[in-house]
């Protein structure tokens, strides 16, 4: 630790340097703090080191992972030969179509992704270009908060599909999942957003990662693909249920299975973001 030229590692001197710091109203250093100290100290004696240095190993799995989000229909998440697809709620839609005719005339979208390209809009969660927007009955939105929402339903989808995948799936935790959508790929890889549906799609990816007791801690980053390459999800998102596990069954020598995610959890995180999005949107005209 540097502290006005003082370096030291070992537990002993850090806390008199503590101590040493406040010459008018000295402070003993808490218990805790001691505890602390020497449980890091036993571990890197011992060479115990792994739960503090990121392990810099991801499982990429190409294009066994997936996941995509449609405005009109519902979305889809694919996990080697599993699917998972589902619709949205009434609710969200009939959001989707509010947000779409508060945001306006299609130029200042195209305006907006002219200036993305450009570099001159390069933070997490800022505009977003045509590639990142759909054309819906009542113009054009941002899908980016949805496309971020399904992210999370990828990272529970695979802890249901665990120890199914070819290698058993990621063995640390830690793995790549392929998305069309760029500002959903910016925000998780940078893990900042800067808008408020954005923020709470975050939120929910984040808590997926984190899981309930007993469950292990999950790290997920995002390869940004074309929407063609990502055709199982695409397909699942739209409906084209069908199709989509055709071309599941064509991958996987003829297998291919449907399961379902908890319908209460993706009721639940689609009320959130879709809250957050309609907030976000409120003053809008």
Not at 29 to 54: K, M, N, Y
Not at 135 to 164: K, M, N
Not at 190 to 202: N, P
């Amino acid at each position: 630790m540097d502290g006005g030229g003082l370096w030291c590692f070992k537990p002993q001197r850090f806390l008199r340097w503590l101590r040493s710091r406040q010459q008018r109203r000295a402070r003993a250093v808490p218990r805790g703090v001691c505890e602390a100290f020497t449980e890091v100290r036993s571990h890197i004696e011992r060479g115990q080191t792994r739960d503090f240095i990121a392990d810099p190993v991801w499982w990429h799995p190409g294009e066994g992972l997936a996941s995509d989000a449609s405005s009109t229909v519902g979305w889809g998440v694919v996990v080697g030969h599993v699917v998972f697809y589902g619709r949205w709620a009434p609710e969200s839609l009939e959001a989707f179509a509010a947000v779409a005719a508060k945001q306006g005339k299609r130029d200042q979208w195209e305006e907006a992704g002219s200036a993305e390209r450009a570099g001159t809009v390069g933070d997490a969660g800022e505009a977003v270009g045509d590639r990142d927007a759909e054309r819906g009955e009542h113009g054009v939105w941002s899908i980016s908060p949805a496309e971020l929402l399904v992210t999370a339903f990828a990272v529970q989808a695979l802890r249901e599909c665990e120890g199914e995948l070819p290698g058993g799936g990621p063995a640390n935790g830690q793995f790549y999942s392929r998305c069309d959508n760029e500002s959903a790929v910016r925000v998780v890889n940078a893990g900042r957003a800067r808008s408020t549906s954005m923020t709470e799609a975050m939120w929910v990816v984040r808590e997926q990662e984190i899981g309930g007791p007993g469950d292990r801690r999950m790290r997920i980053r995002l390869e940004h693909i074309r929407t063609e390459v990502s055709k199982v999800a695409d397909l699942l998102s739209r409906g084209d249920v069908e199709e989509a596990k055709e071309v599941v069954r064509s991958r996987c020598g003829g297998r291919c299975e449907v399961r379902t995610l908890d319908e209460g959890f993706v009721r639940e995180m689609e009320r959130r973001v879709r809250e957050a999005t309609l907030e976000e949107y409120k003053g809008w005209e």
